[in-house]
């Protein structure tokens, strides 16, 4: 009987670079909590350190401590270690490891790990170009790779010279030639934009004449483009910007580029280029370009994977050259109803694959209103349409910004036609995933939800960066929501979630004005916010309130008036909302500010928040200076974080009737120091099970 053959060492199959890589694995996926995983790391960052002061450690060693070091950066939570440590020993390795993966993986960690304008800096220029004047096409490869992943200011000058060289662009391994261009490119991205870029016109144009490789052609057409683009170079006439986009068509049919690969993207992009770079676009080079792209777009048998993009690609710059407008409107036809070439006897229509339906999106909103409106049959507008009520959010926010270009009052009957789906609970959108047994109470609520979700989408669409128009919107929505749903104790935690995502990624100007709309909206009404409305509001207003804003005392004394309407949960939200809000007030209206709050804890010592006790502590000048300094952001949660720490510290200074008079009873909200019971400032965590996703979109905390 055959032996079978032994099972391969575990690290060797674990996807480790070596034995101890595998040791560190193991241990960081056996680490109990993100505290023990940094732990780990520090021990093993240690460790590193020990190993790379080893005076003539080998080669070997040095490599896999590299790795190991880069694993631990990827994943650590602490960043205060320093690692430069390992940088000289990373160069050593660069210049003089004894295998080329060992010399790779010196360049990578200085790639991903050295610091712009670092000592070392001048080192690692001697080290590249040592490599370029190599005869060994790896060594080459390993330079360039370099370059381009950490160009500077003082590399481009030392080893522009050889870049250009004709032993470098004409060598005859094309990812050298390829690599080449590419580090050229990465050096003058660094530089001003109108420097001239190292290789003229004329030499990218006679490059394309003796290249035949297509990923070299790519890059040197993107280069073409790069230097339109930047205004590195001008044309000096028309007939020379004739020249060039004639010479780039020819290129490419010769070639026989059409539409397919990434070669096909940068011929067109940089033959776009020719015509943006022209203030106006004479006949001439709109007929030669025209009838390139129509020539190519005829040829196209559908849009899928490259046609796609290359149509896409092409309507940017189509409105230089409206001939080919109606080779652009066959295919977005075509996508929009994919069952036209079929005979049927229904007469309703197959919706487009989500793909398409995206693409053709985007390829109607880069092109003029006029071309398509109007202009597109009834069922291919129905398509379009119906994107409104798409599953796939991508197609409807794109569906809103396209009905927003057609006119800005179809965002808003979208919307008001969600409101009235919450209000009536008909016509409600689902939820891809329900688990199962729900009955119809259920999936109601889920139904509101979810078409309230929809309708924030809407508003992000429609109100674009607009801070006021976004803020205007999302209290619209919470406020019909709050009212179907009966106000108390309900806690929409994937709206809250959405709309702090969203401010996340606005300009902070916008994220601020949202902020201010929705803070002089709330207190120009007379009725009493929803719960999931003060967990939006408390969040923001630590985090995006202004500090020039002067109406810091109006808003102070709208949350002590609000206050004893909500549960323990809401209250430490207001509390540490306020102590946020008295690190900004004037020093002459500090006292009456800090003696209001003061009053209100006293009125809230029954059955409140179980932070009472510290949050009262701090709130004295001196007290709330240091909670300021302390907190590491003007998050709700830093802000909370900072109130323990300096109330710990200071506990001392409270006097016995102070603890007396302020100790809570057992509190009834299940909170932390670090995470509130209602997480207004990070995406609340689902169910682990799938079935039961969806079954609690919100908390009822009322009692």
Known sequence: ?????????????????????????????????????????????????????????????????????????MLRHRTEEDVEFALVSALQLAEGGRTIAERRIGYLYLVERLPKGHELNLLVINTIRKDLSSSTPSHILLALQTIAKIPSEDLAPAVIPLLTTKSLLRHKIPAIRQRGYEALLALHRIRRTTDPFPLTINKLLKSLDHEQDL??????????????????????????????????????????????????????????QIVESSEAVSERIADALSRYIAETLDAMKSCHRWEGAFLLEVCQYAKHIPQIYQSILRHISNLLLPDQAKPSSSTSSVLPAPNDHVLVLRCLKQLRLDVWDGVLGEREMGVIMEGVNSVDDSIRKLTIRLLRKLSPDLPLMVLQAHLDSIKSSTN??????????????????????????????????????????????????????????????????????????????????SAEATTISLLELLQAGNNRPGDTTVVIITSITCQYLPSAYDKVQEIIEYFVNKITHYNASIQELILVTLVSLLTRVRSDRLENSTKLVHETIQDLREGSSRYLKKI????????????????????????????????????????????????????????????????????????????????DHFEDDSD
């Open 215 to 272: 990923s070299v052609l790519a890059m040197i057409f993107r280069s073409i483009g790069h230097i339109l683009d930047t205004g590195a170079h001008h044309f000096g006439s028309e007939e020379e910007r004739l020249y060039v986009l004639e010479r780039g068509i020819e290129i490419a049919r010769d070639h026989e580029l059409g539409y397919e690969g990434q070669i096909a993207l940068e011929v067109v992009k940089t033959l776009g």
């Open 1 to 73: 009987m055959p032996r079978l053959p032994a099972a391969l060492p575990p690290y060797l199959t674990s996807g480790a670079s070596s034995r101890a890589h595998h040791g560190l694995l193991v241990r960081l996926n056996e680490a109990a909590s993100t505290q023990e995983e940094d732990e780990i790391i520090h021990v093993e960052i240690s460790r590193a350190k020990e190993v790379l002061s080893v005076r003539g450690q080998s080669k070997s060693k040095i490599a896999e401590t590299l790795i190991i070091l880069l694993h631990c950066l």
């Open 428 to 509: 409600l959108s689902l939820p891809l995933a329900m688990a199962n047994g729900l009955n119809i109470d259920e999936m109601t609520r889920l139904g509101r939800y979810e078409t309230a979700l929809r309708a924030l989408e809407v508003v992000e669409a429609s109100s674009a960066e607009d801070g006021h128009a976004y803020g205007e919107g999302v209290l619209k929505i919470l406020r019909v929501l709050e009212e179907e749903n009966g106000g108390r104790g309900l806690i929409w935690n994937e709206g809250a979630g959405h709309v702090l995502g969203r401010l996340e990624h606005l300009p902070r100007a």
């Open 616 to 695: 009262s502590t701090v709130i004295n000048r001196d007290l709330l200076d240091e909670v300021k300094e302390k907190s590491k952001s003007s998050k709700l949660a830093d802000i909370l974080d900072a109130i323990i720490s300096v109330s710990t510290t200071h506990s001392e200074k409270l006097t016995p009737s102070d603890k007396t008079t302020l100790s809570p009873p057992e509190p009834r909200a299940n909170l932390s120091a670090s995470r509130l019971r209602y997480d207004a400032y990070q995406s609340p965590s689902r169910t682990r099970k799938s079935n039961e996703r969806y079954r």
